[in-house]
């Protein structure tokens, strides 16, 4: 991951300033330096900055490694030192378990995006469609079957969004863009569908691989 720092100024009823910081993944991170410059700047001022008007060469970016936080060796002397732990009292421990069973959910902060438009011209639909990868980060599915209405409610708007991202990658082949930009908006697809299969399966599939252990270890012991 890379943090990405925009600078600058723009337009919208009066001049309005620009300076956002936001992580992007290497590989978008690194597309704002050449030539499809324009098309991601796009899809994050009108994420960040709806309707705000801009020249591409007047936003300053500044793309910089995020730096992670060394963890500690357990073995250390200094994690070895015990703290003396709180005594919590039954009410707060009784709401601590509840705040964590209660799901957020997160409907109304991405359904906005399903009202994007994959019909116009083919940068719009480029943009708008890389503008609903990148919202989509940090949202996920819930283990199927889900345990509550808030979680199937996340898990069924998570695949609208799937299916509006299917919808797009379409509308371009259609539009007969070009195969680098549409194996680019591919993969992003491909990382999506494996993001949802892992998400709400993956009990599932480490159940089946324990047994296909067993299995195989029975075999060897026979």
């Not at 991951?1 to 001049?15: A, D, H, I, R, S």
């Not at 705000?52 to 490694?65: A, D, F, R």
């Not at 060394?70 to 732990?85: A, I, L, N």
């Not at 940068?123 to 708008?128: D, G």
């Amino acid at each position: 991951m890379k943090k990405v720092t925009l600078k600058g100024t723009g337009q919208l009823n009066g001049p309005i300033p620009i300076n956002k910081s936001i992580e992007l993944e290497d590989s978008i991170a690194n597309k704002l330096l050449g030539s499809q410059k324009e098309q991601i700047l796009g899809s994050i001022m009108s994420e960040h900055y709806p309707g705000v008007q801009y020249e591409t060469n007047k936003i300053g970016i500044n793309i910089s490694e995020i730096n992670k936080v060394k963890e500690k060796d357990p073995t250390s002397s200094d994690s070895k030192v015990k703290t003396p732990k709180a005594k919590k009292s039954k009410e707060t421990t009784s709401k601590n378990n509840e705040s964590r069973i209660e799901e957020k959910g997160f409907r109304d902060e991405i359904i906005h995006f399903l009202d994007l438009n994959f019909e116009g011209d083919l940068q719009e639909a480029k943009t708008n469609l890389e503008k609903l990868f990148i919202g989509l980060k940090g949202y996920s599915w819930s283990i199927f079957p889900a345990n509550s209405d808030r979680e199937k409610e996340n898990s069924n708007t998570m695949s609208q969004m799937l299916s509006k991202a299917k919808s797009g990658v379409r509308n371009l082949k259609s539009k007969g863009v070009i195969d680098d930009d549409l194996v680019y908006f591919h993969k992003k697809l491909k990382k999506l569908k494996n993001k949802r299969l892992l998400q709400q399966f993956w009990p599932y599939m480490l159940l089946v691989l324990v047994i296909i252990g067993v299995s195989f270890g029975l075999m060897f012991v026979e």
